[in-house]
Structure formats: C-alpha cells, structure tokens
C-alpha cells in the first residue's frame, strides 16, 4: 500500500508541474489540461526509466552480487538494498552449507570404507576414493551410470532386484586377482526419497587369518595326532604282546623318537607364541658374532653326525669370516635360533658328503650379511614365497624323514622381522640353496 500512495503522490506532482508550467506560460483552459498530460507522461518514462535501471541491476547482481544499486526511486532503492541484504545472507548460508558439505565429503573420502551414493534409480551420484579402490570406480566418469551396469556381481544384483537390504552380503571384487584377492562386505542403507548409501569394507584380511587360524588348529591337531597314534600303538604292543629284548628296544628307540618330535613341536609352538606376543625389543644388548657362530659350528656337525651315523661321509661345513670382532644388537637366544635353523635345514636337506658354507660379512652401507648356501637337492621357484608359513612342507615324506616341526622357518621370519632383518632366498631345484639375512646399520657395529 505505501508502494501504491508513492507512486499515486509522484504521478500528482508530474502532472501537478506540468499543470503550473504550461499556466505560467500561457494561461487558458485547453492548455491547462495538456500540461497535466505531458506532466503524466513524462512520469510515465521516468518510472519506465526506473524500472528498466532496477531490472539491469537485478541481472547484474547474479553475476557480482555486491554491485551497488542505481539511483532509483526510494520504493526501489529500499527494494533494491533489501535484495541485496537478502542475497547476502543466502550467499552467506550457502557458504556454510557448502563448508559443511566439504567436511562431510572430506570425512567420507578419508574413510577407509567404500561409500556410494545411489539415487532412486540405482545411479551413482557420489562415490569416495576408496570405492575406486574397491571397485574400480570413477567419481566423474561413472557419474550418473546405473550400479548394475558397471558392477556384475550376480548377488548385488538381486539385493537391489528384491530390495532387500536388511542384511550384509559379501561379493568379489572385480579388480581381484588370483595373487591378489580382494572380498568385500557390502551393506546397503535406505536414504530417503529412495536414495542408497552403498557401504563397502575389504574384509580380506580378515578371511585370510580365519582361514588361517582353522588350518593352525587343523595343522597343530594333526602334527600331534600322528606321534600320539604311534605311541598309542606301541604302548598297546606292549601291553598285549611280549616282545623279546631286541624288539623292545626298538619299540621303546621309536617311543622316544616320537615324543622327541612331540616336544620339539610344543616348543617351538611356544616360542612362535612368545615371538608374536613380545613385540618390544631392547637394542642396547651387543653380541659377539663369533661366539654365536662358534656355536653354530658345534651344533652343525653333531647335527650331520646325529642325521647320517658314525660310518656316513660327514657333511662338509664351513664357516666364512668366523673370527670376526662383529657385534649384533639384539636377543642373543632368538638370533642363535635363527640362524641354527638355517644351518639345520640346510644339513637337513643336503646328502652326506655335500657341503655347506656359513658366512658372515659386513656390506658397504655399514650393515652386516649371514648366508648359508648349500648343495643339496634345492627348493622348486613356486614353493619359495611360501616357505616361511607355519607348517608349510615341500615335501611331507621328507620333512617327516628329518623330523621337522613345520615350524623353524615361521620362527625365522618373526625373529628377522624383529631385528629390522631381510631374508632373500635364491634356490634351483636339485642345484641348493642361499638363505642370506640382511641386517641394517644400526645393528651392527
């Protein structure tokens, strides 16, 4: 109503100035009449005038929304300061939704878990990084793209057929490969007007030590079984038969020979538990690498003359760089462990006669390398990678033969991990092996 009386009051001033000029020029009844006219129609372009000022602003302020009105009338200029303070409170709230909008997507995109945003028609209109991890999705390139289309798998098809949602449901992913596999626990959450968040986590690894887990218990069981079902037998030979004095010494040697075994197996149980559990170790205890290795000598041809008999030729061992005034920091019992099971294995798996070199020798960046190479039957290039699994045999018959645990090189491989140590192993079927231990720097002196 003000804008209505305004614009009335400024028509009746036109006309009211048009009317008193054309009277002070020549007074008379019929010009009296076309002064209130031509004072009406020059208000009618003024306020044409204004309102075309008023539109072009409006335009302008689209693009620069702090542009200053024109000189307008009062109706408009109020008008015109009004939008603008609205306008600024708009950009002012957009802003802050957009800055809460970059934290929320920054969150997402920093989750280690698969998000995507599916509208009612299953299209992707937001995705994070990882799903291109997960997934092999493009958050510009599969924008818009229905779900389905770019992923096949047979059971995220049907949850979204049947739009049943209520439970997670787990499919491959399609960048797994055979050496690397990639599962993934897929949940779908309903968002409003039909939209879908689509969450993903990689659940792989959690497969794997389940997976691992049962074989350790299956493996464990089994490893026990077997010298428990011997000793079974020969105590029930023994309580039912009477075997002469030959045959019971043989029978109560082959008691011994399992329970050895079975003792052997519960100790290094033991200390692959204790490995894994202690992961703290103090660097501030020096060993002298000569006295280590002087054990290892000692230790190696019992060994060979233990395997192969007083009559067999005797293994040939020989160490490299004995005498060395090295010293390793470290825990002198896990790394004289260590190093007894290389040499071992290496006697274990050599014929009589066959030879084996220990050497230790520091390198040009100030750490230090012990390798024990030999030339005995080698390992085939497929069973290397997994050498170091627990209970992990190349050859069962053999493994049994020497009266391996399984175990000696899972234990290698935690005592080496905790001393900042890397193992390589080089090896040809029927051509022996090298297992070099590589230790940094900062351990050696």
């Keep these: 109503m003000p804008s209505v009386f305004y614009r009335f009051t400024m028509l009746f001033l036109f006309m009211a100035v048009g009317a008193v000029s054309v009277v002070l020029v020549k007074p008379s009844e019929g010009i009296l009449g076309l002064g209130i006219a031509a004072g009406a129609f020059i208000w009618l372009i003024w306020d044409n005038w204004c309102s075309l000022q008023f539109i072009l602003w409006v335009h302008r302020i689209e693009d620069e929304p702090d542009a200053p009105p024109p000189w307008l009338d009062n109706i408009r200029q109020e008008t015109a300061e009004y939008i603008q303070r609205t306008l600024r409170r708009q950009s002012h709230r957009t802003k802050e939704f957009e800055n809460q909008l970059y934290d929320f997507q920054s969150v997402l995109q920093a989750s280690p878990n698969s998000v995507i945003i599916l509208n009612a028609q299953d299209c992707i209109e ?37 739009r049943d949602f209520a439970e997670p449901f787990v499919v491959e992913s399609p960048l797994a490969t055979d050496t690397h596999p990639m599962r993934l626990e897929v949940l779908f959450l309903p968002h409003g007007q039909g939209r879908l968040f689509m969450l993903s986590r990689d659940i792989t690894a959690i497969e794997q030590a389940e997976a691992m887990r049962r074989n350790f218990v299956a ?24 075997p002469s004095e030959e045959e019971r010494g043989s029978i109560l040697m082959r008691m011994a020979h399992q329970a050895e075994r079975m003792k052997n197996l519960v100790n290094d149980l033991l200390t692959l538990s204790r490995l894994e559990n202690n992961a703290q170790l103090r660097l501030d205890e020096w060993i002298p690498v000569a006295s280590m290795l002087e054990r290892l000598g000692i230790d190696a041809r019992s060994l060979s003359t233990h395997l192969n008999g007083q009559a067999a030729p005797k293994h040939e061992i020989i160490f490299e760089g004995a005498d060395t005034p090295d010293e390793i920091a470290g825990i002198k019992t896990e790394l004289q462990s260590a190093f007894s099971n290389l040499v071992n294995n290496a006697i274990r798996y050599t014929p009589p006669g066959g030879k084996i070199i220990v050497t230790w020798q520091m390198n040009a960046e100030g750490g230090a390398r012990f390798s024990v190479r030999d030339n005995g039957i080698g390992i085939a290039p497929e069973h290397i990678p997994r050498l170091m699994e627990r209970f992990y045999r190349v050859d069962l018959n053999r493994s049994n033969a020497s009266s391996g645990t399984g175990l000696g090189l899972a234990i290698v491989r935690h005592v080496l991990q905790r001393h900042d140590a890397k193992l390589e192993i080089d090896s040809t079927l029927s051509h022996g092996a090298c297992f070099s231990v590589t230790f940094p720097a900062e351990r050696v002196r």
């Design 126 to 162: 937001w995705c994070n990084r990882t799903a291109s991890i997960h997934f092999g999705l493009d958050a510009k390139r599969d924008l818009a793209q229905r779900i389905t289309h770019l992923l096949r798998s047979p059971a995220l098809i049907k949850k979204l057929a049947e």
């Design 219 to 242: 493996e464990v069981s089994h490893e026990i079984r077997t010298p428990l079902t011997v000793l079974a037998g020969f105590i029930e030979t023994l309580q039912t038969l009477s």
